[in-house]
């Protein structure tokens, strides 16, 4: 987490979760940052600004009129000032004022004149958290540009269980760093599969499934602001192309695996998020296949196992890129997953059941399990969340088999 010669600046919302705030500030300076520190009033009644200043080494923003904090200040400079502004804990009260464009207090004013990007982690009630009012306000913050961290799940501060917790200070200043550019894959070329492919049966007819390719999008997406050189081979979908990714579009299992030949020479790391068809029609009609009286037969022959291949290519091979398969099924997960880590000779295999909660194909969020041949983790939540995660698992192992030069 490197913040050198960087300005957060930490608005810090009304809640119970506020105290973790102060241990957020304190990697920030320990990431040789400069942390500044605006709080709304509800804000002191959990946390004495005298306790930020402390860690800040900077006078606290409360009120907006205190002649001490216009002197310091000036009326908008914490907001010229920053390289990022961080809200933490971000209330339901606090999300919704900043949605409506609010300047009622040090925190609205901040974020209002802000240029920077903007780091919620919002922390409240699991009830709160799930009310539709609450999601909608967050998405449309995230549909301006706004981004979110957590919040996570576990019991809360007044007895109920679920999510609405405040995400870990390391969490934060994680997401924070990267935001600012913590470029710790740059320099290395990743190649990312995503989505379904179509094996066709006639001009309108295919074999296929609902994979909807978000992802393996998500690893491009996530892996590109890491700073990495990320090509994206892609099945049939309807996203958009991930910002700084090169994305290839292809149709069929075929296609996609010479696509992956193509550009896996260079490659140091390989994710084979998409869901490739096991089988295609051993012949595919030219023109459409005529409905006739009695039952039909479809011959079906395999596609190309590209995540094998390139194990086998790789295998023995100290300086091999790493890679990293996915697993999407419907019983004995982790068994399976363990399976196809020794079959295809994978660093890593990334599991989830299908139909499981928060997981499977279409949603924004997914539930997976890392299964590597030393240890199981397991992860959840929105799939960027999923993404870091995995690139997180990922970097020490590249670094040891393939150290940067330089």
């Not at 971000?90 to 009622?104: E, H, I, K, Q, S």
Request: net charge neutral.
């Amino acid at each position: 987490m490197n913040f050198q010669n960087r300005t957060v600046v930490l608005g810090v919302g009304g809640g119970i979760a506020a105290y973790k705030a102060c241990e957020l500030a304190r990697l920030v300076v320990k990431g040789r940052g400069t942390i500044r520190v605006a709080m709304t009033r509800a804000a002191t009644r959990f946390v004495q600004p005298l306790t930020f200043q402390a860690i800040s080494g900077g006078l606290v923003l409360v009120d907006l009129f205190d002649p001490a904090s216009e002197a310091t200040y000036g009326h908008l400079s914490l907001a010229r000032s920053a390289d990022l502004l961080v809200v933490a804990p971000a209330t339901a009260d606090l999300v919704a004022r900043l949605r409506a464009g609010m300047a009622d207090d040090a925190v609205t004013t901040t974020a209002l004149a802000v240029t920077c990007p903007v780091l919620l982690a919002p922390a409240m009630n699991t009830r709160m958290w799930r009310n539709p009012v609450v999601q909608e306000n967050l998405a449309a913050l995230r549909a301006r540009g706004f981004h979110v961290v957590g919040p996570g799940a576990g019991e809360l501060a007044d007895g109920d269980v679920g999510e609405g917790r405040l995400a870990e200070p390391e969490e934060i200043a994680v997401a924070a760093s990267r935001l600012l550019g913590n470029l710790d894959l740059a320099g290395r070329r990743v190649l990312v599969t995503a989505g379904p492919t179509r094996e066709p049966i006639d001009p309108v007819r295919f074999i296929s499934n609902p994979s909807s390719g978000k992802m393996g999008y998500a690893v491009a997406a996530v892996a590109a602001r890491r700073g990495a050189e990320v090509t994206l081979v892609s099945g049939p979908t309807v996203l958009p192309d991930p910002a700084g990714v090169k994305v290839v579009r292809v149709e069929t299992a075929e296609q996609m695996a010479k696509a992956v030949e193509a550009e896996s020479a260079a490659m140091d790391l390989f994710v084979g998020a998409a869901a490739v068809s096991d089988y295609r029609p051993q012949r595919a009609s030219a023109s459409k296949i005529k409905k006739g009286t009695g039952e039909e037969t479809l011959v079906l022959s395999r596609t190309p196992d590209i995540l094998a291949g390139l194990g086998a290519r790789w295998a023995g091979a100290k300086d091999g890129p790493v890679l990293v398969g996915f697993a999407a099924e419907t019983e004995e997960v982790i068994a399976r997953a363990r399976e196809k880590l020794k079959a295809k000779r994978c660093d890593l295999v990334v599991a989830n059941k299908v139909g499981g909660p928060g997981a499977g194909f279409g949603g924004d969020t997914n539930r997976v399990a890392l299964v590597s041949t030393t240890e199981l983790a397991e992860i959840e939540g929105p799939k960027e969340k999923v993404a870091e995660a995995i690139l997180d698992w990922i970097l020490p192992v590249l670094e040891g088999r393939r150290p940067k030069q330089g």
